[in-house]
């Protein structure tokens, strides 16, 4: 009777030991620090086109613009006829612009966004980048999104290349 007893404590201790182990808030931040934080939220955006990086640009361009003059420092407008030709509105009092600048390239580029989110204190980027043909001539390779204002200025771009 007593071993009976005895047996039936350990089962109890060792049950309580592990179901502790699958504990959900044990389980919640296994799952956070599988997933790099539980805070990321998608962001909205719009791609902007018709613009050019101007040509006596050296530097690289700024990854998050806030103002049209810092804007109109780097970047021209690129319009040709047509409604589709005309540059993507911008009004900065209440949209901000983040670049990914490639630099200067003497290849096809398709570059194409997948995801905008925010995590914690920094806006992350993920991008596609698909190479394509050999050109006879240089071009700086860049993209630009329009996103709400009043987000980090701390932006990390992680880019898949094909």
């Not at 420092?73 to 490639?102: C, H, N, W």
């Not at 006879?136 to 771009?157: N, S, T």
Request: charged share 15%; glycine share 6%; with cysteine.
């Amino acid at each position: 009777m007593c071993g009976y007893i005895r047996s039936i404590c350990f089962c109890l201790v060792l049950a309580g030991l592990l179901g502790g182990c699958n504990h959900p808030s044990i389980m919640a931040a296994k799952a956070s620090a599988r997933l790099g934080s539980q805070n990321a939220m998608p962001v909205s955006y719009q791609q902007a086109s018709n613009y050019f990086i101007k040509n006596t640009v050296t530097e690289s361009v700024p990854r998050h613009i806030t103002s049209a003059e810092v804007f109109a420092r780097y970047f021209s407008v690129a319009a040709t006829m047509g409604e589709a030709g005309k540059p993507t509105p911008i009004d900065f009092t209440t949209q901000d612009v983040l670049v990914f600048d490639v630099g200067i390239v003497q290849q096809q580029l398709d570059i194409r966004p997948l995801i905008l989110k925010l995590v914690q204190d920094r806006l992350v980027l993920n991008l596609r980048i698909r190479s394509g043909a050999e050109l006879g001539y240089q071009m700086r390779a860049f993209v630009l999104l329009i996103v709400p204002k009043g987000l980090p200025d701390r932006v990390e771009f992680n880019v898949q290349s094909d």
